[in-house]
DNA sequence: ATCAAATCGTACCATATAGTATGAAATTGG
DNA sequence: CCAATTTCATACTATATGGTACGATTTGAT
C-alpha cells in the first residue's frame, strides 16, 4: 500500500533529537535544583529554542517531570545481571556485586534522584511508583533469584529469598548512603563504600549462614 | 535592685503562646505540603492575624523553617531511655525497642518529616545536621550504649557497638518504612510493623550472635 | 490614667512563574 | 518550487509569593 517508509524520516530524526536534549537539560535542572526551582523558561532558555517549542514537546512541567523520571530509571538498570553469574564464590560475587551497587547508588546524580523522587512521592505517587518499580524492585528482583539459587545449593540457610535480598542490599546502605541523603557528606570515597561492603557483607554472611547440622 | 520579676511576666507568656501557635501551624503545613508549597501568607491567614505579626517573630520563610525543625526533633527523643534496661531479657528488650521505634518512625508525620528534611537537605545542609544530630544520631547513641554493655557480657559477640547499633536500626527499616518513603503504602498496620521488627530482631541476633567458644 | 509595645487589617511592591498568543523565519516533504 | 509543519523571538496574561508600610486599635506595665 504505502512506500517502504524510511525508518526515521527527517522530520521524525530532528524530532526524536530535540525531545532527547530536552530531557537531558531538564534533568539535570530537576536533578540539580529540584523540582519547584526549576523552571520552563530557564529549561527553554538553557535550550536556546523558544518556549513555544518547549510545550509543544511537552504539554506542561509534569509531564516534563514525569518523562525525565521514567528515562533517568530506565537508564539505571545495567551492568548489574552479569556480575550475577552463579557459578563461582558466593561470597566474592555478593563482594563484587556490593561494590557495583554501592558505586552506582552513591553517585551524586543517583543522591539527587533518590530526593528527588522522595520528596514528590506525596504529591506524585504515581512517581514514587515509576521509580520503585523501576530501580529498587528490579534490582531486588535480580538478587532474589540469585539467592534462591544460593539457598538451594546450601550455601546459604534457607529463608525466603527475596526478603534476604531486601536485608542484603539494605545492610549495604546503612552507611555512607545515609549520610549522604541528608547532607553530611557529598561524596562517598572508593575506600569508605568497600568499608561498608565489607561489614555489609560480613553481617549478611552470618545471618544467612547455613544451619549447623543436628 | 529590681522588684521580685515574676517567672513570667503576661507579655511574655502571651508571646510564648503565640509563637507555639505559629510553630503548631507552620509545621502542619510544612509537613503536609512541604517546604515549596507553603505560603508565610497562608500561615498568617490560618493563625488569624496579621502578616506584620508573623514577620515580627520569625524574620523570613527560612528561619520559621528551621525553627519547625527544631521543634519537631527535639519533640522525638523521648520514651526510649527508659526502655532499655540492661537488666532483663536482651532479646524481649531489643523488641520492645524496635517495636517502639518502628512505630514511631512510621507515624504519618514521621515520614513526611522525613522526607521533608531529605527534600531540603540539599539547599539547606544545616537543616540536615539539625535533624541528623536530634534523630538519627541520637537515638543511635541510646542503642550504642546498651549494645556495648551487652557486648562485655557477653551476650553479644563483639564489635563496634555504634556499627551494631547501626545495623540493628537499619534492619528495623528495611520493610514498611521503605514502601512509606516511596508512597507505595500510606499507613503501616501494626502487624506488618511487628513482622518487621521480628524479622530484623532474628537477623540481627544471628549476625551478633556469640562467638561459638573453640 | 497614661504611655509604649504589640497586633491588626489591609493595601502595596517587586518579582517570578506556568502557560498562551502571534507573526515571521526556517525546515521539510513532494 | 510550493505548501505544510515546525521553530523562533517576544510580548503578554493571570496568578502567586515573600516581604514591607502604615495608620488604627488593643493590650500590658507602671
Partial sequence: MTEPVPLLSRREARRRDRRKAILEVASRSFLENGYAATTMSGIAATLGGSK?????YFPSKEALFAACLDDA????REGLAEILDPRGDLAQT???LGLKLLEKVTAPDSVALYRLVIS??????EMGAIFYEHVPRNTRLLITRFLERAMESGLLRRGDPDTAARTYM???LSGCHQLLLLGQIT???PHQIEADVTFGLDCFLRAYAPDAPG
Fill in 94 to 96: 555478593l563482594r563484587r
Fill in 120 to 125: 514528590e512521592a506525596g504529591r506524585f505517587p
Fill in 187 to 189: 561524596r562517598a570515597t
Fill in 52 to 56: 513555544g517549542t518547549l510545550w509543544r
Fill in 170 to 172: 539494605m545492610l549495604m
Fill in 73 to 76: 530509571t530506565t537508564a539505571y
